[in-house]
């Protein structure tokens, strides 16, 4: 998921400083994207002024430092809701569609099962393609002591590791898929 999304979802929710993006991710938003250094906040931020998606207003804070705040431009607004509306990207990472999904409390509830509903589907398929498959490595040439069984002991911890991880995440999918189902959102979305 790219950063400038992301800063365009936080400012749907609020107007914020770099500062106040910065705090958050590294508390809240830990799930959702991980370690951006205030620079790449700072950066994205001059990038998508000049592409009109967010202004800032400066007030004067204590001393000389002058504090700016982000907020959404209409274009900004609509990038970010035409982003939010599109399929997910059928990729090996589960972090880019965590992240969206931190903002679908701002599209309706048929978009929102929509996605779930193919992000579940592609990562059943990717499981079936990629789960049982031979891991062996092909003309492996272990170093010194190490055997081919020791290096695979390993491989295939981290493999179980992975598929773990998986099955938790298929597990939340179809739970947040039943729970939404079964909500009534009302006039909130």
Request: aromatic share 16%.
């Amino acid at each position: 998921m790219k950063l400038e999304y992301f800063l365009l979802g936080f400012l749907h929710f609020k107007p914020f400083t770099g500062y106040g993006i910065k705090k958050y991710l590294d508390r809240e938003g830990r799930f959702a994207r991980f370690n951006t250094p205030l620079s790449q906040i700072y950066n994205t931020l001059k990038s998508m002024i000049k592409k009109e998606w967010v202004y800032f207003e400066e007030t004067q804070g204590t001393g000389k430092i002058a504090t700016k705040t982000y907020y959404l431009t209409d274009l900004g607004q609509r990038i970010f809701m035409e982003w939010l509306h599109e399929a997910p990207e059928e990729i090996y990472e589960i972090g880019p569609f965590v992240g969206k999904f931190m903002f679908f409390s701002l599209i309706d509830k048929e978009t929102v099962l929509s996605q779930l509903n193919q992000e579940l589907d592609f990562r059943e398929k990717q499981i079936q393609e990629v789960r049982y498959r031979d891991r062996r490595i092909e003309n492996l040439q272990p170093f010194a002591q190490l055997t081919e069984d020791t290096i695979m002991f390993y491989l295939d911890s981290l493999h179980e590791f992975g598929t773990r991880r998986m099955d938790s995440y298929i597990v939340w999918l179809k739970r947040t898929i039943g729970l939404i189902q079964a909500r009534d959102f009302g006039e909130e979305i």
